[in-house]
């Protein structure tokens, strides 16, 4: 039998190109770190941009640098959250990983709002943010 019984559609990713706006560069020449075929890219703090997707989770395909800084976001104008990108494995290699924002939402349309951060690790050498694509579910 089924693992899910109702109609909603399943896990997707979205381009992150398609999104490219303000101060986030689309990145369609080179690969996320060789696992995702483009990207967006942005390296000052408060770059912002906004992503409406349908779904009940959200969350981004992201690169982890040694210059990975932190992003701050919220879902349909709640709470911000801020999150750190950078991991202790950027010391010696770059890699991709799935970071989930947020779930448990009713399913329906909504709203991510994303900008980078001023705050950084104090081992990130800068406050940049690489997203090869949104994860709906």
């Known amino acids: 039998s089924?693992?899910?019984?109702?109609?909603?559609?399943?896990?997707h990713l979205v381009d992150a190109t398609v999104c490219a706006q303000g101060n986030w560069?689309?990145?369609?020449?080179?690969?996320?770190c060789g696992r995702y075929p483009s990207y967006?890219?942005?390296?000052?703090?408060?770059?912002?941009?906004?992503?409406?997707?349908?779904?009940?989770?959200?969350?981004?395909?992201?690169?982890?640098?040694?210059?990975?800084?932190d992003i701050i976001y919220s879902v349909d104008g709640g709470e911000e959250k801020t999150m750190r990108i950078w991991e202790i494995s950027?010391?010696?290699?770059s890699r991709v990983t799935g970071k989930l924002l947020c779930e448990e939402l009713p399913h329906g349309d909504h709203v991510l709002k994303?900008?980078?951060?001023?705050?950084?690790?104090?081992?990130?050498?800068?406050?940049?943010?690489?997203?090869?694509?949104f994860m709906v579910y």
């Open 25 to 32: 560069t689309p990145v369609k020449d080179k690969t996320l």
């Open 90 to 93: 950027a010391r010696k290699f």
């Open 114 to 133: 994303l900008r980078v951060a001023h705050t950084k690790s104090e081992e990130a050498t800068g406050t940049a943010v690489r997203i090869g694509a």
């Open 40 to 69: 967006i890219e942005a390296t000052k703090p408060d770059a912002e941009l906004e992503f409406r997707f349908t779904g009940s989770r959200v969350g981004i395909y992201v690169s982890i640098d040694a210059d990975s800084g």
């Open 2 to 11: 089924p693992l899910r019984t109702d109609k909603r559609l399943g896990a």
